[in-house]
């Protein structure tokens, strides 16, 4: 209980209090490496990366962070100090040629003593880490709870365990504001301990709300359908984060990958592309450029869809957008193709209105009361009502 006095205490003091130039008004869009290249990394794939980002367009689209996840790190000096290892000769070099391609450097680390690839991580190193992220350009950092889990294990009572962990996470946060440097501060510590509830106060602007993805349709399904009760909890600078996008990593068909990226953009998901640029197919560039799904995704209200109808292996979400208009996505996770039939008025669009299909690129014309349109396996109907 002293605990909770004190957080509330911090928070009304301002200690804890996120800062005023918050990065991620909109949800994060950009390009992380852990999907495709793993703990493989080198500094040539992310500078092919932020290259990429641009020749494609994606930049221009709205995906501007190029993140480096785990095994960048080597050694610290006698001092403490963090240096980068072999593969990674020069990191400010790195953040310099990102930045001069009008994008955003992003990097990772721990509150452990080392990441889940067991290289170094920041325990007791937190301020020290967070002025080097600053000298070298840093301007997003994804922390990683990994290790730091045994560190709470060794503390039997749940609360105290707790408190250990907000801790570590507020110590990262502290670090990150003295800096002066506006780095988006991401919190990887998959859902423990109702993180939406506490994570805008240590700083933070994204959780992770699950385990990993993976990248296959019954994961990603799962993972996306888990946030149906969070809805509440996203808003410009704060977003649930059901993890990064594994668009064009060839395990899912092109109307899985579909589904992925239009549940994604009506949760308000950070969308962070996970896969080789430099060798996308047209499909998943048009599945990751389609500007109408973005346009959903980042949308001004910040709302995050909710799920209003579930019916076997047929659901239904609808997101409010800005001016009056509804987003709705009709999901089929069945192996069969089918037309089901949706009063509009039941799914919180009670006067119909425009209807303009998102991926078939046509207007449907203006719909009142009940509407069937067929959807194919495992794959979605997204749609933009706009009541005129």
């Known amino acids: 209980m002293k605990f909770w006095f004190a ?61 480096v996840d785990d095994t960048w790190q080597g050694q610290r000096d006698a001092n403490g100090v963090i240096h980068p290892n072999e593969r990674f000769p020069d990191m400010k070099a790195l953040g310099d040629y990102i930045h001069s391609k009008g994008l955003k450097f ?19 190193h937190e301020e020290q ?10 301007d997003f ?6 290790t730091f889990q045994d560190v709470m294990k060794a503390e039997p009572d749940p609360l ?9 996470y507020t110590k990262m946060g502290a ?22 509830d506490w994570g805008p106060q240590v700083g933070a602007s994204m959780w992770r709300t699950t385990d990993d993805i993976k990248d296959r349709y019954e994961r990603m399904f799962i993972i996306g359908n888990s946030e149906a009760e969070l809805a509440r909890y996203a808003a410009p600078g704060h977003w649930n984060d059901p993890d990064m996008l594994e668009i064009g990593n060839g395990k899912m068909t092109e109307e899985e990958y579909r589904t992925h990226m239009s549940l994604w953009a009506l949760l308000a998901a950070p969308l962070l592309a996970g896969n080789d640029l430099t060798k996308m197919s047209p499909a998943d560039r048009e599945i990751l450029m389609n500007k109408d799904v973005i346009a959903i995704d980042q949308d001004a209200l910040g709302k995050q869809a909710v799920r209003v109808y579930q019916r076997g292996e047929f659901s239904v979400w609808t997101k409010q957008l800005s001016g009056g208009r509804t987003a709705v996505g009709l999901f089929n996770s069945s192996w069969t193709n089918f037309a089901p039939a949706v009063d509009l008025g039941k799914i919180a669009v009670e006067h119909g209105g425009h209807i303009h299909d998102v991926w078939m690129h046509e207007d449907l014309g203006v719909s009142h009361g009940e509407l069937s349109l067929p959807v194919k396996s495992h794959g979605v109907r997204l ?6």
């Open 7 to 67: 957080l509330v205490a911090a928070v009304l003091t301002g200690t804890l209090a996120h800062s005023q130039n918050m990065p991620a008004q909109r949800p994060p869009m950009g390009w992380n490496s852990w999907n495709h290249f793993g703990g493989k990394v080198t500094d040539a794939d992310i500078r092919s990366a932020a290259d990429a980002l641009v020749s494609t367009g994606m930049r221009d689209a709205g995906y501007v962070y190029v993140n």
């Open 141 to 146: 950092l994804k922390y990683d709870l990994c």
């Open 383 to 388: 749609l933009i009502i706009d009541p005129q």
């Open 160 to 168: 105290l365990r707790k408190k250990l962990m907000v801790d570590a």
């Open 129 to 138: 880490d967070a002025k080097t992220y600053a000298a070298w350009g840093v």
């Open 175 to 196: 670090a990150l504001r003295a800096t002066g440097r506006p780095i988006l501060y991401s919190l990887c510590q998959y859902g423990f301990d109702d993180v939406w």
């Open 106 to 124: 992003g990097i990772y680390s721990s509150p452990g003593p080392k990441t889940c690839a067991r290289f170094e991580g920041s325990m007791a």
